[in-house]
């Protein structure tokens, strides 16, 4: 067992504020709880995790919640997560996520990764996913995540120069692979496309993230960016 | 095993040690917040705030520039959202400081599993925005800024040199291309090919495939204002 601390800033651009005034509502405490793998997971969301404080969202229980809230209503039309087109992946990443991720965890980490995937359906969430990443950048780790436990590995290696470790084990081929990447850089591209109900920096955010992706976790550059 | 985590706030990132009793600094943190709304409203908040800023655009672009400095290297969120208020200031007066924080080097790696958190990559998509600035400038017909968008095609990282020749593309003018086929090496003209697409013209990611479980279920309804 680890013991970690963190300082949080109250105010800064992360939108944990203005998704948190949302979640703290039972029928999302509910909902979240049971369909996206928190369920059967108290123990690692208690202890300073916000497992008795689920509206506080300086905890990472909270800013969890702010993701999931995120995945669920940022589609203009959030009635509909169909698989088929005209749908995409704003539409349905919700139900991708919920479908392929069993056990959602959180831990101190040891300050290297975000999260990690492990074979069954289990996904651990670290420190810096809480406080590293802004809620849409949470949003594309569970995505990310949840196209490794449905059952895609990457299969190449970083290009020349790439931010994420050239040469290292962890690129997908090409955007056509269909990986893990392709599924996060599309989610954040369609967030800044056509999410609802955010502002325009946020959709900024999310395209200079996708476009971080879309150039360096290709072992083949798909030719365009955002 | 479960972990243990103690946490300590603080009211916002910033310091404000040249002027603590300076009336914008609180419009700069209201700002900075607001980014990150949701709501229906989220946007138009958003907007109001800037908009009472650009009022003071020169006073408020020498704050950030204060800050942006005081802030540790770590606090890559923090840095990104000053620089994102400089893409929605679009002020002469921040040329200076976008030109710093493109010149500045970029840090050695902090992380040790990049694939999961990268620290050169937090610095590039601070650069990459503040490359977003300088075009929003060049936008505007500003010729310094569409300079310093030709001088970092040059940038040593990838996706700050496609940034800057996908901005210099776009406001440039007659001849941009010429332009950059001289002043970029060989090796980098391939860079002229990789077009800004709309997400609806991509080869889309299909969702039914790879998939532990099939179930799908009632979402409650949206709640969009505190009850």
Redesign the interface.
């Known amino acids: 067992m680890a013991n970690c601390t963190f300082t949080v800033p109250d105010n800064n651009a992360s939108g944990d504020n203005f998704y948190g005034q949302f979640i703290c509502n039972q029928i999302y405490v509910d909902y979240f709880w049971n369909t996206y793998g928190f369920k059967g997971n108290k123990k690692y969301w208690d202890d300073g995790f916000g497992w008795d404080d689920p509206c506080n969202t300086n905890l990472p229980l909270g800013r969890t919640f702010n993701a999931c809230y995120l995945l669920t209503y940022s589609a203009q039309d959030y009635t509909n997560d169909n698989w088929d087109a005209p749908q995409n992946i704003l539409q349905w990443g919700r139900r991708y996520v919920r479908n392929n991720i069993d056990d959602l965890r959180s831990k101190c980490g040891d300050g290297s990764a975000i999260a990690r995937a492990f074979p069954g359906g289990t996904v651990e969430l670290y420190l810096g996913c809480f406080y590293s990443k802004d809620v849409p950048g949470r949003a594309e780790t569970l995505i990310h995540e949840a196209r490794h436990q449905g059952g895609k590995p990457h299969d190449a290696q970083f290009p020349k120069g790439s931010v994420f470790g050239e040469g290292k084990d962890g690129a997908d081929s090409t955007w056509d692979y269909q990986g893990a990447w392709t599924f996060a850089a599309a989610y954040l591209w369609w967030f800044f496309a056509a999410g609802a109900r955010t502002t325009s920096a946020m959709r900024q955010r999310a395209r200079q993230r996708g476009n971080l992706v879309i150039d360096n976790a290709f072992a083949r550059h798909p030719g365009f960016s955002i | ?13 910033f310091r404000f040690r040249e002027n603590p009793d300076n009336s914008l600094n609180r419009l700069i ?2 700002a ?9 409203d ?2 138009a908040n ?1 907007q109001t705030v800037l908009e009472a800023l650009r009022q003071r655009s020169d006073e408020v672009v020498a704050i950030i520039a204060a800050e942006y400095r005081d802030l540790s290297e770590a606090q ?3 840095r ?2 000053l620089v ?1 208020l400089l ?2 200031l679009r002020h002469p007066s921040s040329l200076s400081l976008l030109n710093e924080v493109l010149s500045n080097q970029i840090p050695e790696e902090r ?8 620290t ?3 610095e ?2 601070i650069k ?2 503040a490359v ?1 600035a300088l075009t929003q400038m060049s936008a505007q017909q500003n010729q310094d800024a569409l300079d310093l968008l030709l001088r970092y095609t040059q940038h040593e ?3 700050i040199k ?2 800057c020749v ?1 901005g210099y593309l776009a406001y440039g003018g007659e001849g941009a291309t010429e332009r950059l086929l001289e002043f970029l090496p060989e090796q980098d003209r391939f860079i002229l ?8 013209n ?16 009632d ?2 309804r ?3 204002r ?2």
Do not use: C, K
């Open positions: 095993m479960a972990d243990s985590l103690r946490i300590q706030t603080v009211p916002h990132p943190v209201e900075v917040n607001r980014m990150g709304e949701f709501g229906d989220a946007e958003y890559y969120l923090d990104w959202s994102q893409v929605e992380s040790q599993d990049t694939d999961s958190f990268t050169v990559g937090e590039v998509m990459t925005t977003e990282n990838f996706s496609r940034a996908q090919d990789i077009r800004r697409e709309d997400v609806r991509v080869p889309q990611p299909r969702g039914e495939n790879y998939l532990r479980r099939e179930e799908s279920g979402t409650p949206l709640q969009t505190r009850d």
